[in-house]
């Protein structure tokens, strides 16, 4: 209960007035429903904001926020900048329990770890363990064990990797992250004082190689990518994590459907939800069986791929819950949408992927801007091929404009099919321009 800790959101807690966290929470969940939002909001969540545990909310919360007070901003409701709070915490857009109002410096702790993300992210495994452990650039002795600075260090460097992604795609970032990833196992070699630090460091060492392994494959580095995945699955499957393994199983069922392995893609995809099965998620169910149904539309088995359709929007139906994996923050209405357009793209049922591509762009929160080109990208090709030329045209302009954002070699290459199959309609209105300008658009190498 809020009333148990301090205060250190007073402007949030004034807007709670008389209400008992559990009432505020109920008004929050009947404000989200008024605009289609689903969120797992309860007394704890609250108590967590007036705590100043939560210095800013994720996005739905935040269109949840400022649709019931409308006219303020987060400032106003006593929350901080995003960009300065964003990957920090236990999940996206929250920042770690504040330290004791007892300390003696209490901004020590935030230098610190924004010396260690920056080590992570900019240093081999020796330097960043070095700076983790308070060594400078001397080597770390092999004695010395690991304990929470060092696993704190692994966590924000994944939060860091996802938030780069998010805004800018993956290449340029791959080769600069494999160094943290080289340092977190090496790290997992020098042990750790306790079982609980052991159990963090594996998670995160996991989660880190999964993160790796979604740059190599957004850069189209596949084999690279299936390397890092399997090696998440076997830190997975040693710490005996059924969270990681299904995630691990998610990202290789991603991959193999893109690499041209659809029967693998369907088997990595139920070998995924058996593991999320021990995990009481509905959304990561979801998820999961999206990848299958992609598997399934690859096989051209369109049967299969309905029904596993039918049942991952079910689930998706269910809502959020306290259960759902900090690395789903990304699966959201528009990423169902676009998955279920990549099915029945796979299907060539193209006006039908092109529907649900739309539907995607429609609703993709802009902040996400690699995602978004990513959807309107897959909008371009479903319309080029459904016969929409002048449509297709449209979209990939819109693809274009947010490519001095983006860094996606994925993305650069489904635009580059697009616009290949515009060529025998460049007479049509809107397709010359537009296959000029892509053609005038800088690489990435």
């Not at 857009?93 to 610190?112: I, K, L, M, R």
């Not at 076997?234 to 193999?256: I, K, Y």
């Not at 801007?369 to 297709?392: E, I, M, S, V």
Request: with cysteine; hydrophobic share 40%; proline share 5%.
């Amino acid at each position: 209960m809020a009333t148990s800790r301090e205060v250190r959101n007073p402007a949030f807690r004034q807007l709670r007035g008389q209400r008992s966290p559990g009432e505020f929470a109920a008004a929050i969940r009947r404000a989200a429903r008024e605009i289609g939002e689903q969120v797992a909001c309860d007394a704890r969540y609250i108590g967590r904001v007036e705590a100043g545990e939560i210095r800013c909310p994720n996005y739905a919360y935040e269109r949840v926020f400022l649709h019931m007070f409308p006219g303020s901003t987060l400032k106003d409701l006593g929350f901080s900048d995003r960009g300065a709070v964003r990957g920090r915490g236990p999940y996206p857009g929250v920042e770690p329990p504040p330290q004791s109002h007892t300390s003696q410096h209490p901004s020590q702790h935030t230098e610190e770890s924004d010396v260690r993300r920056r080590a992570f992210m900019a240093g081999g495994s020796a330097a960043l363990a070095a700076v983790s452990l308070g060594l400078g650039p001397a080597p770390v002795p092999s004695q010395r064990r690991v304990g929470d600075a060092e696993v704190s260090a692994v966590e924000a460097a994944v939060r860091q990797i996802r938030l780069l992604d998010d805004r800018h795609g993956a290449a340029g970032l791959y080769q600069r992250a494999a160094q943290p990833l080289e340092a977190a196992y090496a790290l997992l070699d020098a042990g750790t004082a306790r079982r609980s630090a052991a159990d963090r460091l594996h998670a995160g060492a996991g989660e880190l190689a999964i993160s790796v392994g979604w740059l190599a494959h957004d850069s189209g580095r596949f084999d690279d990518a299936r390397s890092h995945y399997a090696e998440a699955l076997a830190t997975a499957r040693v710490s005996g994590d059924p969270a990681l393994e299904a995630h691990a199983f998610c990202n290789t069922a991603f991959l193999a459907r893109d690499a041209g392995r659809p029967r693998e893609a369907v088997r990595a995809a139920q070998a995924g939800e058996q593991a999320a099965k021990q995990l009481s998620s509905p959304r990561l169910l979801s998820l999961l069986t999206l990848r299958e149904a992609g598997g399934w539309a690859g096989l051209g088995d369109r049967t299969a791929c309905s029904e596993r359709l039918v049942r991952a929007k079910s689930l998706f139906a269910q809502g959020t819950s306290d259960a759902d994996p900090e690395w789903m923050s990304f699966f959201v209405e528009a990423e169902l949408e676009m998955l279920e357009a990549q099915c029945w793209s796979a299907l060539d049922d193209w006006p039908r992927a092109a529907l649900h591509a739309e539907r995607a762009a429609e609703l993709q929160d802009p902040h996400f801007a690699r995602n978004l080109a990513l959807y309107r990208a897959q909008l371009a090709d479903d319309l080029a091929r459904a016969g929409a030329p002048d449509r297709a045209a449209a979209a990939g302009h819109q693809v274009l404009d947010l490519l001095d954002q983006v860094q996606s070699s994925r993305i650069q290459a489904m635009l580059a099919g697009t616009a290949r199959r515009l060529l025998p309609e460049r007479r049509t209105a809107g397709v010359s321009a537009f296959l000029e300008r892509h053609a005038s658009t800088p690489r990435l190498v």
